[in-house]
């Protein structure tokens, strides 16, 4: 390969070329966005800078449905997942693509933390290897990995074993929601029942979000700006009301999910802002690696004793954290690094019959 198409693959931000399902993306580019904003925040706070309590507000009012949307949207192709692996293949798919990467970059932070403590705002010791699999909320970014993993795992399972339709796997995620305060600080199974329903509301809602006439009808930009004072008012009412139930919270946080998604249909429609779709279609490694290349950055600066306004360094640990992450993802492609990524399980060949999954 010529150098210049080197570079040009390295660093382009083209959007994918087939635009099926590009509004898919677009949500989770503003999602891990939302995500990134929120790390990039923290990180500030601890290392002592002087953050503006809007931009807590902010973040505060956009923490809440940013992770229920992720669930939803892989809640959304569950079906042709499954129908298309069979049960043995989607657990082995999940395996490689969120287990595998999550025990690995554990393993890598975890003990770069350790090494390198005295740089970093939390200090680990090698007990916090058992947080891996018991708190992996500790973990930082990487928890949703496994809460992810487990989900999809013990959804497929009640699918194929139990026979359970999407509508009586919603109604078991809204019993596991209830259990949720019997969890304890085990986060391994706090992330189970608070994310189940909405991966199994995902599940139910697919043939409506896929439907053409109705995205048609939810891709109006004048319905968007109807709806954004009213997410507002709801966001700001749940930030103010901390103490509400989880299932009332849990409702309340829909909105703005489906507000993500109306915008994101309004601007796959119209191509549009499609560097959201390409950060999107690499949300994925977006969350595995921006906290560490976010770091760097802040040493460096710190280190050189920049003085910059804690907005603007805002905007730059983000803009940084989410394009250099996809640039070292495809680095580490081009280099026969891909391990670092996925698994080395292989998929099965295996006979998918009808009965295979019921929806």
Same mark, same amino acid.
């Given at each position: 390969?010529?150098?210049?198409?080197?570079?040009?693959?390295?660093?382009?931000?083209? $959007?994918?070329?087939?635009?099926?399902?590009?509004?898919?993306?677009?949500?989770?580019? +503003?999602?891990?966005?939302?995500?990134?904003?929120?790390?990039?925040?923290?990180? @500030?706070?601890?290392?002592?800078? %002087?953050?503006?309590?809007?931009?807590?507000?902010?973040?505060?009012?956009?923490?809440?449905?940013?992770?229920?949307?992720?669930?939803?949207?892989?809640?959304?192709?569950?079906?042709?997942?499954?129908?298309?692996? /069979?049960?043995?293949?989607?657990?082995?798919?999940?395996?490689?693509?969120?287990?595998?990467?999550?025990?690995?970059?554990?393993?890598?932070?975890?003990?770069?933390?350790?090494?390198?403590?005295? %740089?970093?705002?939390?200090?680990?010791?090698?007990?916090?290897?058992?947080? +891996?699999?018991?708190?992996?909320?500790?973990?930082?970014?990487?928890?949703?990995?496994?809460?992810?993993?487990?989900?999809?795992?013990?959804?497929?399972?009640?699918?194929?074993?139990?026979?359970?339709?999407?509508?009586?796997?919603?109604?078991?995620?809204?019993?596991?929601?209830?259990?949720?305060? %019997?969890?304890?600080?085990?986060?391994?199974?706090?992330?189970?029942?608070?994310?189940?329903?909405?991966?199994?509301?995902?599940?139910?809602?697919?043939? =409506?979000?896929?439907?053409?006439?109705?995205?048609?009808?939810?891709?109006?930009?004048?319905?968007?700006?109807?709806?954004? $004072?009213?997410?507002?008012?709801?966001? %700001?009412?749940?930030?103010?009301?901390?103490?509400?139930?989880?299932?009332?919270?849990?409702?309340?946080?829909? @909105?703005?999910?489906?507000?993500?998604?109306?915008?994101?249909?309004?601007?796959?429609?119209?191509?549009?802002?499609?560097?959201?779709?390409?950060? /999107?279609?690499?949300?994925?490694?977006?969350? @595995?690696?921006?906290? /560490?290349?976010? =770091?760097?950055?802040?040493?460096?600066?710190?280190?050189?004793?920049?003085?910059?306004? /804690?907005?603007?360094?805002?905007? +730059?640990?983000?803009?940084?954290?989410?394009?250099?992450?996809?640039?070292?993802?495809?680095?580490?492609?081009?280099?026969?690094?891909?391990?670092?990524?996925?698994?080395?399980?292989?998929?099965?060949?295996?006979?998918?019959?009808?009965?295979?999954?019921?929806?």
């Amino acid at each position: 390969m010529k150098l210049h198409e080197t570079v040009k693959q390295l660093f382009s931000f083209s $959007p994918p070329s087939t635009q099926r399902y590009a509004w898919v993306d677009y949500a989770k580019g +503003i999602a891990i966005i939302f995500v990134t904003y929120r790390h990039v925040i923290y990180g @500030l706070l601890y290392a002592g800078a %002087y953050i503006n309590p809007v931009l807590m507000d902010i973040n505060e009012m956009m923490y809440g449905f940013r992770m229920p949307l992720f669930f939803f949207l892989s809640g959304l192709f569950f079906a042709s997942s499954l129908r298309k692996r /069979g049960s043995r293949n989607f657990f082995i798919n999940k395996v490689n693509t969120l287990l595998y990467p999550y025990l690995l970059w554990c393993l890598i932070q975890t003990t770069l933390q350790i090494i390198f403590s005295q %740089y970093t705002n939390h200090k680990l010791g090698f007990m916090n290897y058992l947080d +891996i699999l018991i708190h992996p909320r500790s973990m930082f970014q990487q928890w949703y990995l496994l809460a992810l993993f487990n989900v999809s795992v013990l959804y497929m399972f009640t699918t194929v074993v139990f026979k359970l339709n999407a509508f009586a796997q919603l109604l078991l995620g809204l019993g596991l929601m209830a259990l949720k305060p %019997y969890t304890g600080d085990i986060s391994t199974l706090t992330d189970i029942t608070l994310y189940y329903a909405f991966f199994a509301l995902g599940h139910l809602s697919v043939a =409506f979000f896929f439907e053409e006439k109705v995205q048609q009808q939810l891709a109006s930009p004048k319905k968007i700006l109807l709806l954004t $004072p009213v997410f507002i008012a709801v966001q %700001y009412f749940c930030m103010i009301h901390p103490e509400l139930n989880i299932f009332y919270i849990s409702v309340l946080t829909l @909105l703005g999910g489906v507000l993500v998604i109306m915008i994101s249909m309004v601007l796959a429609n119209s191509r549009k802002l499609q560097f959201l779709q390409v950060i /999107g279609n690499y949300s994925l490694y977006i969350y @595995l690696l921006h906290l /560490g290349i976010i =770091f760097i950055c802040r040493r460096l600066l710190y280190e050189g004793h920049f003085h910059i306004r /804690g907005s603007v360094l805002i905007l +730059i640990f983000m803009a940084t954290g989410i394009y250099f992450s996809i640039v070292l993802y495809r680095l580490c492609v081009m280099l026969g690094m891909k391990f670092l990524f996925v698994g080395p399980f292989k998929e099965r060949r295996e006979p998918v019959t009808a009965n295979t999954l019921r929806t």
